[in-house]
């Protein structure tokens, strides 16, 4: 009776311990997914601001059109990490300003090499939004499992900070939400 009583013992140890291993590495996997999502929406972020920024300073613009859109596109390269969201947000509501009508987009799309900037700019402000969906995905999941008890008393997650989500205005410009619809062949709603 001792002996099973033992086997019994050693095998909830056993398994409790596993359990426990799976977890951990679980919330190992799911930080190091959200590391990677987060590159991937800096790089993405980087890149709209990087072609908003060029294209600002290519003459195709209006003045007024193009110091604004420099100008948030300059902000959100530098923008310190407690200001991010806020320069990101202000990058996209200049975006939308700027290319608020489909006559700005086609004085662009106009110009020599306009085709190509236009194209990466619909790209680059299409690709914004689904990277911070992906983060945001990843750090909704680590603080679900961060927020179960076995992992807080026993402090599995170590002294990773507690996830943030990357919360901005990514609303993309009508103008350019239109072309990238209608290049893929789909239609908006209502339309």
Request: glycine letters at 6%; charged letters at 25%.
């Amino acid at each position: 009776m001792a002996l099973t009583t033992l086997f019994l013992l050693v095998a909830a140890v056993l398994l409790i311990g596993v359990y426990l291993s799976w977890t951990a590495g679980r919330l190992d996997r799911l930080h190091a997914r959200i590391d990677a999502a987060r590159a991937a929406l800096d790089a993405q972020l980087l890149r709209r601001a990087s072609v908003a920024q060029e294209l600002s300073t290519a003459g195709v613009l209006d003045p007024a059109a193009s110091i604004v859109l420099y100008q948030s596109a300059h902000d959100a390269r530098q923008a310190e990490e407690d200001q991010r969201e806020v320069a990101e947000s202000e990058l996209s509501q200049a975006l939308r300003a700027v290319f608020a009508e489909t006559g700005q987009v086609e004085a662009v799309r106009a110009a020599p090499g306009g085709e190509e900037a236009a194209a990466e700019l619909t790209a680059a402000v299409r690709r914004v939004p689904m990277a911070r969906r992906f983060h945001n995905d990843a750090v909704r999941a680590a603080r679900a499992l961060r927020r179960h008890r076995t992992v807080r008393w026993l402090r599995l997650a170590g002294y990773a900070p507690f996830p943030l989500a990357f919360e901005m205005d990514d609303e993309p410009p009508p103008a350019l939400a239109d072309r990238a619809n209608g290049a893929n062949g789909t239609s908006r709603p209502g339309s």
